[in-house]
C-alpha cells in the first residue's frame, strides 16, 4: 500500500522554529522525493478525513507530538515526527535525529514499528503526566506569553516563584488495585519514556515498549533542597535519594488533593482536574522511525 503524508506544522513551536524548518524541508521533499504524495495542515486547525494509510507527521517538539497523537490514535495513523521544537525529548526515545533534514530521510527510508502510549482520561500522551510542582511550572509559563516565547528556559525563569508559592500535599492512589500513600508530595510523574520537560530524566527506566508505566514520587523534601535537586534529574541522578520512590504498574487511579487541581501531560497544561485515571495501552501507537531502531 503506498504511503501519503500528511504534516503538521506548529507555526509557534520553538519561537517559530518549526515554520522554518518547514520552509527549508519542503523544497528538499518535493525536490528528492518527487514521488510522494502529501498534504500539510497547521496544527492548531482541524484535520480532514484520512486514510490508514497516511503517515501524520508532527514538525515541532513535543507539545506538537502530543496533538498529533491525539489525531493518529483517533484515526488509527501511523506518526512520524520531524523535531523542531525546544525539548524533543520523545524524538530521542525513539532514535529520530534531531536535524530536521536527515530526520526526514530516515524517515522515507524508515520501517514501522510500535510502542505503549498512556491514555490519561480522555487523552493519549507520549511521555509523561504530572501533578504537583511540575504541573504548577507548565500552568505558570502557559499563563505567561512572553515567558513562554523563551523557549527551554522559560521553566528556569519561573520555577523559582512556583517553588516559593507551591504547597506539599497528601497523596493516595491505587497502582494496580494497591494502595500508594505518601505525605508532604511535591510532585508525582507518570512516565512511558525516561525523559520529558527538555531532557529531564525523572524516571530513567522507563521503556516505550515494556508495557509498563514509570511512577515517580518526590516527597518529604524541603524547598531548597528540592530546587538543589533539579540540575542531578537531567543527569538521572536522584534515583537513589531517600524523597524519591519509585513504583511500577499498569493502570492507575487518583484523585488530585484540595490545592492540586491541574496536570501536565507531555508538556500541555490540562486544567480542572478532579480525578485521574491512567493506564499504559501496550503496542498501541504505530511509528515510523529510522530502520536501524
Same mark, same amino acid.
Request: aromatic share 6%; no cysteine.
Given at each position: 500500500m503506498k504511503r501519503r503524508f500528511c504534516f503538521l506544522v506548529n507555526p509557534k513551536a520553538g519561537r517559530g522554529k518549526a515554520l522554518r524548518v518547514w520552509t527549508r524541508i519542503e523544497p528538499l521533499l518535493r525536490h528528492t522525493y518527487p514521488d510522494i504524495e502529501y498534504e500539510v495542515h497547521d496544527s492548531d486547525?482541524?484535520?480532514?478525513?484520512?486514510? %490508514?494509510?497516511?503517515?501524520?507527521?508532527?514538525? @515541532? @517538539?513535543d507539545g506538537t507530538v502530543h496533538r498529533a497523537v491525539q489525531h493518529a490514535m483517533q484515526s488509527s495513523l501511523t506518526l512520524s515526527v520531524i523535531p523542531a521544537?525546544?525539548?524533543?525529548?520523545f524524538v530521542k526515545t525513539i532514535g529520530i535525529p534531531t536535524d530536521p533534514v536527515q530526520a526526514l530521510h530516515e524517515m522515507m527510508a524508515g520501517c514501522e514499528r510500535v510502542v505503549d502510549i498512556l491514555r490519561v482520561n480522555d487523552r493519549w500522551t507520549v511521555n509523561a503526566?504530572?501533578?504537583?510542582?511540575?504541573?504548577d511550572v507548565v500552568e505558570a509559563v502557559e499563563r505567561h506569553r512572553t515567558v513562554k516565547r523563551m @523557549? %527551554?528556559?522559560?521553566?528556569?525563569?519561573?520555577?523559582? @516563584?512556583?517553588?516559593? %508559592?507551591?504547597?506539599?500535599f497528601s497523596l493516595h492512589m491505587l497502582i494496580d488495585g494497591e494502595q500508594v500513600c505518601a505525605d508532604d508530595v511535591s510532585l508525582v510523574v507518570v512516565s512511558n519514556g525516561p525523559a520529558f520537560g527538555g531532557g529531564m530524566r525523572l524516571a530513567p527506566q522507563a521503556c516505550v515498549d515494556d508495557g509498563l508505566l514509570d511512577v515517580c514520587v518526590v516527597a518529604g523534601i524541603t524547598k531548597p533542597r528540592l530546587l538543589m535537586l533539579?540540575?542531578?534529574?537531567?543527569?538521572?541522578?536522584?534515583?537513589h535519594l531517600p524523597y524519591v520512590r519509585f513504583f511500577r504498574g499498569q493502570s492507575i487511579q487518583m484523585s488530585l488533593p484540595e490545592g492540586c487541581k491541574s496536570a501536565q501531560l507531555d508538556g500541555e497544561w490540562l486544567p480542572s482536574v478532579v480525578n485521574l485515571a491512567v493506564s499504559v495501552q501496550a503496542n498501541a501507537l %504505530?511509528?515510523?522511525?529510522p530502520s536501524h531502531r
Open positions: 486547525s482541524g484535520l480532514p478525513h484520512l486514510s %490508514r494509510s497516511t503517515v501524520l507527521v508532527a514538525v @515541532g @517538539g521544537g525546544t525539548g524533543n525529548d503526566m504530572g501533578i504537583g510542582l511540575d504541573a @523557549g %527551554r528556559l522559560a521553566y528556569a525563569a519561573v520555577l523559582p @516563584g512556583v517553588l516559593f %508559592r507551591h504547597r506539599r533539579f540540575p542531578s534529574v537531567y543527569r538521572g541522578r536522584h534515583v %504505530r511509528l515510523l522511525t
